[in-house]
């Protein structure tokens, strides 16, 4: 309950767009989501994206929609401290977020800062498609993982080492265990949320280019040394039957490695299965860290399993932060008016070429030389843009800001950026359009005349 | 090439189109980018065992690529190029293509995946 119970301790808080830009018609309410929650938990609710940042319903909600610290779960189950979202995205300008606080009532925010302002039977009238996603935390991931299994057999069959897999158990399918939630909502029973499958001879060849260039750096190791103890000293604590106040320490640790690889150039999803990897590895007697075996961590990042594992970490994280662009995921890539190095146009520049105030010679854009250096291809930009402008043109509405940035930010992302520096530097260049003088898009791009 | 117009045309087609898309190209093969086209051939680097098993996974990603930066130096106005339809009605491809002609070729369900015989794909089929 402590999501619900933070959000009815905000009220009366204020959430003003913290860009300054001039109010399009609605309140903040992601913004107001995204303060509240990050109140409650201490975490970001877009990973990798400071809370001050989260301003789109609809990015919210395909954030969440893949972010496994949240399931979805069906509107008439909603309870307190879920989140509900109307997105932007679908429903044109009307997108919407709140959070539920019991007796089916919504805290959100409003022109007068965030209140207990409506109820969920009203939402769902006046907002049709809606979408309900509660916070299940850390534990959500391992329910289904050895380490989390109650009926942990030490002598259940492994695969044979020099094999795919080698090492593992045989059967992987766990009972559960009786968690306890790090994020504190009432429990349900979530399919088995393993995480995304990931073609790992793509993976190991990333991984090996960056271990031939780069050399871990003492340093970085330490840092992760230090990340990773806490990691390891609440999975021993844990036991089979971890306190809540366990569990919270592990989810804490977790974030903060996890938070690390993010930092120094991994995706949320590749910064997830090195860690959960590594969990994975300690919790298998006999794989791991421990020399002579062949582990999971072993396997995964392509080192024997006696590597010491901050070593394995670094030379990951050096390799990728060789890569100058992936240094700081929260800020906007380098942006150039198209006149000095050409490039791509963030936004789209017809959305705005009937705009007096707009030149698309003065307009932001990626210029060339950094769409190279983050392997960011014009195509495939063009191609997600017009994908997305033309299934909005297809709603029959007008295109507003808040629309063209959760398009452009999903262009983005779809093209190889990195879903925090996707939003930024979105939010930059739509920026310097309203400094510039443009009020609002004027066409929608590939909707036809 | 007796006057001077082709060679000017020549030169804007190979800097704009041909030397754009080798660039292009180059940067799908960044170990480090994520570009849909750079994961698909990085893959097929890994699974393919043979030259032709992985041309074929290339090959039409560099031509969808060409065509892609042709109809965008059309639509940027570099190549200024007029066609003359069956009913031989000319257009101007920029004016009337509203400078949106790369999109249309690019996009989810864009022009191979409408008129090509040819293998294809699709790499926005998850968007929106």
């Known amino acids: 309950m402590e999501i619900a119970q933070t959000a009815l301790q905000s009220i009366g808080m204020s959430s003003k767009d913290p860009w300054g830009r001039p109010p399009i018609h609605l309140p903040e309410y992601a913004l107001a989501v995204s303060l509240i929650f990050t109140k409650a938990t201490n975490q970001t609710i877009i990973l990798n994206t400071p809370p001050e940042h989260v301003l789109s319903t609809s990015i919210l909600w395909s954030s969440l929609a893949h972010d496994k610290r949240f399931e979805q779960v069906p509107m008439n189950e909603a309870a307190p401290g879920d989140i509900i979202i109307g997105s932007g995205w679908q429903q044109g300008a009307d997108g919407y977020a709140g959070i539920i606080v019991g007796h089916g009532r919504i805290v959100s925010n409003s022109s007068g800062g965030v209140q207990d302002n409506s109820s969920l039977s009203e939402i769902q009238r006046s907002h049709p498609a809606m979408a309900a996603f509660r916070y299940v935390g850390f534990w959500n991931y391992y329910r289904s993982k050895p380490f989390a299994n109650t009926g942990f057999d030490p002598n259940e069959p492994r695969l044979p080492a020099g094999q795919p897999g080698g090492g593992q158990w045989t059967k992987m399918e766990m009972a559960p265990s009786t968690a306890i939630l790090s994020g504190g909502n009432r429990w349900t029973d979530p399919a088995a949320a393993a995480p995304a499958k990931v073609d790992d001879r793509n993976k190991q060849a990333q991984r090996d280019n960056s271990q031939q260039t780069t050399k871990p750096a003492v340093t970085e190791a330490e840092e992760l040394k230090t990340l990773w103890a806490p990691v390891v000293d609440s999975i021993n604590a844990e036991a089979q039957h971890p306190t809540r106040a366990q569990l919270e320490r592990f989810g804490k640790a977790f974030d903060a490695l996890q938070k690390y690889l993010v930092d120094h150039g991994m995706t949320p999803e590749e910064a997830f299965e090195a860690v959960y990897g590594a969990v994975h590895s300690l919790t298998q007697p006999g794989s791991g860290p421990n020399p002579g075996s062949e582990g999971v961590l072993g396997t995964y990042l392509g080192k024997s399993a006696g590597a010491d594992i901050a070593q394995i970490f670094a030379t990951v994280i050096i390799g990728r932060s060789s890569t100058p662009d992936k240094s700081s995921n929260s800020q906007p890539t380098a942006l150039k008016p198209y006149s000095e190095d050409g490039g791509h146009h963030i936004p789209a520049k017809k959305a705005f ?90 066409r929608i791009p590939w909707g036809g005349k | 090439m007796s006057n001077s117009e082709i060679p000017e045309f020549a030169k804007l087609l190979v800097e704009r189109v041909r030397d754009v898309s080798i660039r292009s190209c180059d940067q799908a093969l960044n170990p480090n980018s994520n570009d849909p086209v750079a994961k698909r051939w990085r893959q097929a680097a890994q699974v393919q065992n043979d030259l032709k098993g992985i041309a074929r996974v290339l090959i039409p990603d560099v031509v969808d690529d060409v065509i892609f930066n042709l109809l965008d130096a059309i639509d940027d106005g570099h190549l200024k190029l007029t066609f003359t339809a069956s009913s031989g009605k000319q257009i101007d491809l920029k004016k009337d293509g509203l400078g949106e002609l790369a999109g249309w070729y690019m996009g989810s369900g864009g022009w191979p995946a409408m008129y090509s015989k040819e293998r294809s794909t699709d790499d926005f089929s998850d968007l929106p």
């Open chain 1, 353 to 442: 070429e009937d705009d007096p105030a707009y030149n698309p010679n003065d307009a932001l854009a990626i210029p060339n030389a950094e769409l190279e250096s983050l392997g960011l291809r014009h195509s495939k930009i063009t191609g997600a843009q017009k994908t997305l402008y033309s299934a909005y043109a297809k709603q029959g509405k007008p295109l507003t800001w808040d629309a063209v940035e959760s398009i452009e930010t999903r262009a983005l992302i779809k093209s190889g950026l990195d879903p925090g520096r996707a939003a930024a530097t979105v939010r930059e260049t739509i920026k310097a359009l309203i400094a510039s003088g443009v009020k609002v898009p004027t």
